[in-house]
């Protein structure tokens, strides 16, 4: 599975992006998609995650409310973030992870195949 991750840019505070990432390769009807982030000086963190087969979703606490991910009916994955916080800003990454027994939602080293990043600033 190939990703591709776009959207990102320079936002206030309380203003909104819409991520996207596009996948090709292969169908993803047994897969997770989900997008994490990455801070300067911090470590990669989980945000949201979705099932491509049956649409449920999970999100990080400091996130519910604010984004919103879903799908479309081919191959594309988004992340609208409402209500953006200057602590939103990182680089964000989506992700893609074959559903297998034991793996979760919310552990980057579960998913199987990375887009590359795209950054997000939120100023205050």
């Known amino acids: 599975v190939q990703l591709q991750a776009s959207g990102g840019g320079l936002v206030q505070a309380g203003g909104s992006l819409r991520l996207s990432c596009a996948a090709s390769g292969r169908t993803l009807s047994r897969y997770v998609m989900g997008w994490f982030r990455q801070a300067p000086g911090k470590e990669r963190e989980f945000v949201a995650a979705i099932s491509w087969n049956d649409y449920s979703t999970y999100y990080l606490d400091s996130v519910k409310g604010r984004f919103t991910i879903y799908r479309d009916a081919k191959n594309t994955v988004y992340l609208q973030m409402n209500s953006l916080k200057p602590e939103d800003t990182a680089v964000y990454y989506c992700?893609?992870?074959?559903?297998?027994?034991?793996?979760?939602?919310?552990?980057?080293?579960?998913?199987?195949?990375w887009g590359q990043g795209t950054l997000v600033t939120v100023s205050s």
């Open positions: 992700g893609a992870q074959f559903t297998r027994g034991g793996r979760r939602w919310s552990l980057g080293d579960d998913y199987d195949y």
